[in-house]
């Protein structure tokens, strides 16, 4: 029987067993070019460069209208995802510390559980942060969004984690900017064909606390420039990013890969 997949969350996978279905598969969609260059690297060799096609993963932006953002008093930062290692939070708070010895105001809050919150709540502790870092916890998304419609940053510091570990394209990243709110990020996987660096965005190399610092600084000082990457984000999301743009290049393929017949 033959088969297709979607190459998405691969890089912690059985190695042994995606080669497999690499090489077994009809076709595969990568939701990258880095993902597709992965599993090329994978399986050298066997020719498969044009059975792996790139179709990326987007979202409804009429779902993530940008919303009149109130203005804070204290500028507000804000991280939602899953407390996980490749998720880089900890990177973020030791960011937040730095920022805190430069004088800099901001309030960070960090959406989200996971196995990494105890050892974010010690560092929150250790560093005297918590009059500038909250712990929300995992929240239903419509308390999200709030905290989506107040931020004026939002940061994904993701990582390579210790065992290899890494996001493709986070979604929440699409979320953020399709609502026009500028993000940071880092150089990791596949984030630099969402975010572009002082288009789109920012970008640092991944676990470089000055580096994640310095960046967050410039665009908490910099209201003009925020107002001009949240904009320029979301136009991303409409063009590239756009899940009923990106349906029809994937019902193409399942449609070409059906009529044409199967070579043993």
Do not use: W
Not at 69 to 75: Q, Y
Not at 88 to 94: D, E, I, K, M, T
Not at 166 to 191: F, K, Q, R
């Amino acid at each position: 029987m033959s088969f297709s997949f979607t190459a998405h969350n691969i890089f912690f996978n059985d190695r042994i067993l995606l080669s497999a279905k690499v090489r077994e598969a009809r076709f595969i969609v990568a939701i990258s070019e880095f993902s597709k260059q992965f599993l090329l690297r994978l399986v050298p060799g066997a020719g498969l460069a044009g059975k792996i096609h790139i179709v990326h993963c987007g979202l409804s932006p009429e779902e993530f209208v940008p919303s009149p953002r109130p203005r804070n008093d204290t500028p507000r930062i804000l991280f939602v995802a899953q407390l996980s290692e490749r998720k880089g939070a900890p990177v973020l708070v030791q960011a937040c510390r730095v920022l805190t010895g430069r004088g800099v105001a901001f309030r960070c809050t960090i959406v989200g559980d996971g196995p990494q919150r105890p050892l974010l709540e010690q560092l929150i502790e250790q560093h005297g942060l918590q009059e500038r870092v909250e712990l929300a916890g995992a929240l239903p998304q419509e308390r999200v969004r709030k905290y989506l419609e107040r931020a004026d940053l939002f940061v994904l510091p993701c990582i390579t984690a210790r065992d290899g570990d890494m996001d493709g394209i986070p979604v929440s990243l699409m979320e953020a900017m399709a609502m026009e709110i500028p993000v940071v990020s880092t150089t990791v996987s596949g984030i630099p064909e969402l975010i572009e660096n002082e288009q789109s965005g920012l970008l640092v190399a991944e676990k470089d606390v000055t580096a994640l610092a310095d960046g967050l600084q410039r665009l908490l000082a910099d209201e003009a420039r925020r107002v001009r990457l949240g904009k320029a984000g979301r136009q991303k999301i409409i063009r590239e990013f756009n899940v009923h743009q990106n349906a029809d290049p994937l019902a193409m393929l399942f449609e070409s890969y059906l009529t044409e017949p199967e070579t043993s």
